[in-house]
């Protein structure tokens, strides 16, 4: 079979553009929100070095398989996946995996998209000065107020899905490479600025200590959370990266260009950690504090330092395009796939899709503060109740479409991937695919996806029900 040099949703001008996509999808609300307060929720180091471990072992092949797979079949994750594996001789339910890939991205986009409002919202309160010389406990009642008032989280929720979707309706491939260009630079100069700032707090041993010092007893308590970050922080197990690698010229090389994506993810997250925990002690504030960890310390060390104003309305402004590199690869596959399936026009499948999106985004408005008793994945004396009003445990509409996805699709989805790269592919397939240099490096990424990754998430997932 001649392989399609391009596919029916465009192609990247150059390997480049793959990099700035990819790493746009990946930098996001999980490097800078997400990151930290997962790290401040299971306590520190060890799970600091359990998501190192499972980006490396797991989250970068799994990430080269999916590259690799879209690459190869120049279509939406679900098409590529069948048409691939029909051609390898295998099953075309192979493409089941993409579709509830398809599914869990557009489920993390409606809670994203939620959590990208909020730094609207913030851009507003730093530029009109809401935020001026504010101490750790005004900062938190201002975040406080922010969330219990429903309305105002849906007007931004809506501003922020309808800005994803004017993206998507335009095509990706048009309108991202000149806003990523200059935003990933500035993005990280401003948090170099901050990590300047948390150092004048005197605190900032204190928060590096929090971050890296590793505690073997505590590596099985965050263990599921940190690989569900991992999967999540590179956008891997959707069908995201597999998207953007379809759109991926033929002769740029995967092994660099997923390298460099991983490394710059990477070393994001961990400035943006080191910025945030100095703030976080200087101010006395709760490093478990949880979604509003960033929320709550970034306007303080804003609102004490010169010129904090203009720097902080700059920050959010960076936060909110980073969220939205991020969303439009949540809703890439599946209008790439309805694009190929109805033939139908972007504006018209983005349109539905985005609204289906902020539906399902509502519920998440509602959990944090009207919504809050409604619980659901109630384990009580009297047994389990999928729903339950007011319920003591369980988690509210947010906590589980997060733990859903994050926890149980997106390792799901990237188990399934990176075996089919490894086991269903042929070995020239993916040689000739990969065009590695080096045999010794072929060697071992492609043992990465048969055997380490797939065992890496097994293990992850056996661990963490022995510790129930
Ligand atoms: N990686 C992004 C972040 O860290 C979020 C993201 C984009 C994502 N695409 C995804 C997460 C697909 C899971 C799946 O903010």
Redesign the pocket.
Known sequence: MTRNAISLNGSWTSRWVFILAATG???????IW?FPYMTGMYGGGAFVMMYLVCIVLVGMPIMIAETLIGRRARMSPVNAMRSLAVEAGASPRFAWPALIGMVA?LL?LSF?SVIAGWSLDYILGMGTGRFQSVDANAAGALFAGLTADPWRLTIWHTLFMALTGFVIARGVVAGLEKSLRVMMPLLFVLLLMLLGYSVTTGHFMQGFHFLFNFQPDKVLDGLLAAMGHA????????G?IMVYGSYMPRQASIGATVLTVGILDTLVALTAGMALFPIVFAGGLEPGAGPGLMFVTLPVAFGSIPFGQVMGTVFFVLVLIA?WT??I??LEPAVAYLVERTGRSRVAITTVLAMLCWLVGMGTVLSFNVGAPAKFFVFAEDGFHFFQWGAEGGRNFFDSIDYLTSRIL?PLGGLAFVLFAGWVLTRDTVRDELNMRSPLAFTLVYWSMRVVAPVGVLVVFVAELAKQ
Not at 231 to 238: I, K
């Open positions: 999808s990946a930098v996001g609300l999980g490097n997400k991205a993390i994203y999967f999540f922080t590179l956008s891997v197990g959707v995201s969220a991020s969303s690869s949540m997106l």
